[in-house]
């Protein structure tokens, strides 16, 4: 067993954590540095839902072990807004009705935030392949879906119908 | 929380050899961990030493070799899907690469581990068959090629020896007048494929095949080369009859029937992947024949 020292900037401020290497990014994120808005689901790198950009690219923190986050800057969705001031696509999940239960949201946000950054002229279609490896139990597509659509220049909610939910 | 294990994250090749060497069977490798994670999170692997490949830059290097392109084996599979500088020489790679997993796993995972990984559903293990890749390896015996036939041994099996670690992967770099194509089918999408298929086809200046090759995934242990599909095209027009014939010598196959799909709908999409793949393979290398 190795125990070590991860020093990690979380949102843009610089922390430190003392952890054995075989613990996960998700468990010392939570565990140990409080984010409690990084939810576990699978815990085996499939739903989704844990997912925190990593050096500004989307991961499933359960499967980076924490040792991997060394020198790292980990965004959660608590860090896209500023301050109190939400980001626009944390904005349209509100006024889109895009959340349900709540509990993929923050890695919806974040794999969205991620794709929008690299395609900011998506289609609808592409934004529902973009998101295809994050998993909602409510089935909750539809509105999650329109939101992030809300968010792209000229698709808004007269694309609604042509590509489904 | 995985298993407790002795974490080293070695800065040099040579120190992550010397590593495997001295702990033998009790220690494993781990490149980007995007399988061998959950392995260790559902105590399925229980290494005593995890050797952490992330910090040999050295595993990351992407070069033009002449008319082959190395890619090393750390390089993610997400550089491969945006295929930027001389990986554009293959872009085979960025159409597999687009198919693997979700995104999270292309953005962490790397060709090395996935060939070394084997899964015999993996889109790299078939691409690498198909393209006669060479995979290079370094181990205590020094470095060694060996040709992707002879690699993928069986299902999560290859022909890497104790203390072995693939360095990187050679492949043909694809010029004008030949084509390349992957379908896939699977039941949700980021899923691994129930079957894959992976065409190449190069186009004789007369617009005959002058080579096909196609491997397909997912239809037994290994990733399969099609040979007499590839024999029923040599030499001849690529019109639908010829790749429809040729494509239906797929229905050869034996694979194995499990879970997800019978043995006889592997077979089925077998055909029918092979004749999609055939067909597009074609028609990009006659578009790039008159680049």
Known sequence: MTDLTVALTLNGRPREVR?????????????????????????????????????????????????????????TVRG??????????????????????????????????????????????????????????????????DAIASVVPGRGAGEQGAGGG | MTIPFDYRAPATLAEALALLRDHGEEAKPLAGGQSLVPLLTLRLARPAVLVDLHRLDELRAIRREGDALFVGALVRHRALERGDGVLADCPLLQEAAALIGNVRVRTLGTIGGSLAHADPAAEWPAVARALDALVLVRGPAGDRGVPAGDFFVGALVTALRPGELIVGVRLPVLGPGTGYAVEEFSRRAGDFAVVAAVAVVELAPDGTVARARVSLAGVGSIPQRLTETEAALAGRRPDPETLRRAAAHAGAIEPEGDAHASAAYRRHLARVLTARALARAAAVAARRGAA
């Not at chain 1, 984010?35 to 690219?57: I, N, P, Q």
């Not at chain 1, 529902?128 to 909602?136: K, P, S, T, V, Y």
């Open chain 1, 19 to 75: 952890t054995s290497a075989h613990r996960t990014l998700l468990e010392i994120l939570r565990d140990d540095l409080g984010a409690m808005e990084v939810k576990e689901g699978c815990g085996e790198g499939v739903c989704g839902t844990c997912t925190v950009l990593l050096d500004g690219e989307p991961v499933s923190s359960c499967l980076v072990l924490a040792p991997r986050a060394a020198g790292c800057q980990v965004t």
């Open chain 1, 80 to 145: 896209l807004g500023d301050g109190d001031r939400l980001h626009p696509l944390q904005e349209a999940f509100v006024t889109e009705g895009g959340i349900q239960c709540g509990f993929c949201i923050p890695g919806m946000i974040l794999t969205a935030y991620a794709f929008l950054r690299d395609h900011p002229a998506a289609s609808r279609a592409e934004i529902r392949r973009a998101l295809a490896g994050n998993l909602c139990r409510c089935t909750g597509y539809t509105k999650i879906i």
